[in-house]
């Protein structure tokens, strides 16, 4: 029930093109849905976050969705670049722990 | 440039080594956390703390213990390295109370136990 589950595990996209990342939960006491980025050699990055009072948030070229009623949350990258290659991991959190994360994705986009 | 500086960026350990990892933020974050991580198992926790000398067992805190002794430093320390450790530890902080819970990672110290 502590698990955030994300697929998929690698993803190849052409530039320009839209990359898609989901992730399942079953714990109704999450309360934070952030995702993270993490380029070779470096730790991961906060990307964009979302809590579960709204169903979608928007930065630049990445959105997160979030189904509170199917416990489902994605991550939405439009017009795909090379210079978003990275490993992405999506995680959730109950009030007075600490992240829980995914598994990560891994995502090429081909130019 | 607020930072987590994770002291060391390759260390290679023999088996049966009592192994320090060190961690510091500059950031005054209360909350600051151990995870490891593997390919295709993402980051796993294994240890957190909220305050100073306080600490919380992750998922896998078996073969790990830590220490913090002050506010910006903290040390997962391996008590008997085994392979089974050979990793990626990622270091982490976070401001308490801040309905921003984002994470700031230092750039990992990658492990290897031989």
């Known amino acids: 029930q502590q698990q955030v589950k994300q697929s998929p595990q690698s993803l190849i996209v052409q530039k320009g093109g839209i990359s898609i990342i989901n992730c399942a939960y079953e714990n109704t006491a999450f309360d934070y849905f952030p995702w993270y980025q993490q380029f070779p050699g470096k730790g991961p990055a906060l990307l964009i976050a979302i809590r579960p009072d709204v169903s979608e948030k928007k930065e630049g070229r990445f959105t997160i969705s979030f189904n509170k009623s199917a416990k489902q949350f994605s991550l939405h990258i439009m017009d795909s670049q090379p210079g978003d290659s990275a490993t992405y991991f999506c995680?959730?959190?109950?009030?007075?722990?600490?992240?829980?994360f995914g598994k990560g994705t891994t995502l090429s986009v081909s130019s | 440039d607020v930072k987590v500086t994770q002291s060391s960026r390759y260390l290679v350990k023999r088996t049966g080594e009592k192994v320090f990892l060190e961690c510091v933020q500059d950031?005054?974050?209360?909350?600051m956390f151990w995870y490891r991580q593997d390919p295709g198992l993402g980051l796993r926790l294994i240890y957190f703390?909220?305050?100073?000398?306080?600490?919380e067992k992750g998922d896998i805190p078996e073969g790990y213990s830590v220490s913090r002794e002050k506010k910006e430093r903290f040390s997962l320390i391996l008590e008997s390295a085994s392979t089974n450790q050979t990793s990626m530890y990622l270091c982490?902080?976070?401001?308490?109370?801040?309905?921003?819970?984002?994470?700031?990672f230092g750039s990992g110290t990658r492990l290897t136990v031989v």
């Open positions: 703390s909220y305050d100073v000398k306080m600490k």
């Open positions: 950031m005054d974050h209360e909350n």
């Open positions: 995680a959730a959190n109950i009030p007075g722990t600490a992240l829980i």
């Open positions: 982490a902080s976070s401001q308490s109370g801040s309905l921003n819970y984002g994470y700031t």
